[in-house]
């Protein structure tokens, strides 16, 4: 068997590394010129740790990442709302890791090289079509001027392209543009005095206005951390998202966003500051699309943000990724039929991520800080008199249920 992978990036990848795994031969195809350690920080938690773990990559993450140790979610004024340690701290059998998302991509795509060589990674190959029969999959590829540049025959093909992916246009052609919340996203990072126990994230604030921080790698002293931060505010009323491509991830203007940042009290960490004094960061519009009612068609499949973008909420888009990866190659060892292991890996994957995009429209877990921050907007003495220790934990807990990362679920 041979699959086509399209697309570079953390899921692309790992599905070439799992697939290797099982003796599935591949070749992934990226429409950059190279695959660079682009974006700045995210979360990867235990659930997908733990698979990335399983093929040998838990002492290259630890290298390159910060092992998460607790999470605090506050209000926009500073107040705590809930805390709860991470990871191995928290009964995982894996660590939760932040790190910055091209150094991830990195560790990732290194191990690619070394294990199935360079050639299996072809890049400045942009997706033009592909047609399908009994046997197989032929895709045509073309570079950035539209010449043609390779033509590749495989028993499968794999859209892992993103947001905006060629292959699942092709399946769905009448879908349109990914639907906007309103939201934007402004995200950088900066070496920043290490804060609280130097590996602890805080959020704070619900969906309409949210501060995140965090530290993503080590400093340029023992005292400081590469530390991470986003700033997602309501800036419209969502009707329609950026026209242009190019608007989907640009350099973010300081005297726009530095008004937000300045509303967010974040009593262990200047926030403010730090936003300040980071050089450059990045503008993004805070978008995700409708679950789809199938994703595979015939030996074609979807996997990753082509198949399930999902708001920044939650900590899940890579970790969804990696998790589509594993349960693919699984599906495509166990099954004698490429398109029956297309089917059970949908079976499978489709109906859980359609619940987290539901959930992380509605704030994910994050949605205890806004049920806390309606029913007190000024305030207040004690949180458990706005809302129980119960209500609270069934919020958190129940989205770590549903995404699958709740410590008995992983550990078992």
């Not at 033509?151 to 947001?163: E, F, S």
């Not at 806004?370 to 958190?396: H, K, M, S």
Request: glycine share 10%; proline share 5%; net charge negative.
């Amino acid at each position: 068997m041979k699959a086509i992978i399209v697309g570079g990036g953390i899921g692309g990848l790992t599905t070439a590394l799992m697939l290797r795994a099982r003796g599935i031969d591949c070749e992934v195809y990226e429409q950059s010129d190279s695959i660079r350690e682009l974006g700045v920080g995210i979360n990867t938690l235990p659930h997908a740790i733990r698979e990335l773990a399983g093929i040998g990559l838990l002492d290259r993450l630890d290298e390159a990442a910060i092992r998460t140790y607790e999470l605090f979610y506050l209000t926009r004024h500073g107040q705590q709302v809930w805390h709860e340690k991470r990871g191995l701290d928290a009964g995982h059998d894996v660590p939760q890791f932040s790190v910055h998302r091209g150094r991830l991509q990195g560790v990732i795509h290194q191990a690619v090289i070394e294990r199935l060589g360079a050639d299996a990674i072809r890049t400045g190959c942009r997706l033009g079509s592909f047609v399908q029969d009994e046997g197989g999959v032929i895709a045509y590829f073309f570079d950035r001027s539209g010449a043609h540049v390779h033509t590749v025959r495989g028993d499968i093909l794999i859209g892992a392209d993103g947001i905006h992916s060629k292959v699942r246009e092709t399946l769905f052609p009448e879908e349109g543009p990914p639907c906007w919340n309103g939201l934007m996203l402004w995200r950088g990072a900066a070496d920043w005095p290490v804060f609280l126990s130097g590996q602890s994230m805080i959020i704070a604030g619900g969906l309409n206005a949210k501060a995140v921080v965090y530290p993503i790698a080590a400093g340029s002293s023992p005292a400081s951390r590469l530390t991470n931060w986003a700033v997602l505010v309501r800036v419209g009323d969502g009707s329609a998202p950026p026209a242009r491509r190019e608007d989907w991830s640009r350099l973010g203007k300081r005297e726009e966003l530095m008004p937000h940042a300045a509303g967010f009290s974040i009593p262990q960490v200047d926030f403010a500051a730090l936003v300040n004094a980071t050089p450059e960061f990045w503008e993004y519009p805070c978008c995700d699309r409708d679950p789809l009612p199938y994703w595979s068609s015939g030996r074609v499949t979807l996997l990753g943000d082509a198949a399930h973008p999902m708001y920044p909420v939650g900590s899940n888009g890579a970790s969804q990724a990696i998790l589509d990866a594993r349960c693919l190659a699984d599906a495509l060892a166990l099954s004698e039929h490429p398109r029956q292991a297309l089917m059970a890996y949908e079976n499978q994957r489709l109906p859980m991520t359609a619940d987290i995009v539901a959930s992380n429209r509605r704030g994910g877990p994050e949605g205890v800080i806004d049920a806390v921050e309606q029913l007190a907007p000024q305030g207040f003495a004690d949180v458990d008199t706005v809302l129980n220790y119960e209500a609270r934990e069934a919020i958190v807990r129940g989205y770590a249920a549903r995404a699958g990362f709740a410590a008995r679920v992983v550990s078992r």
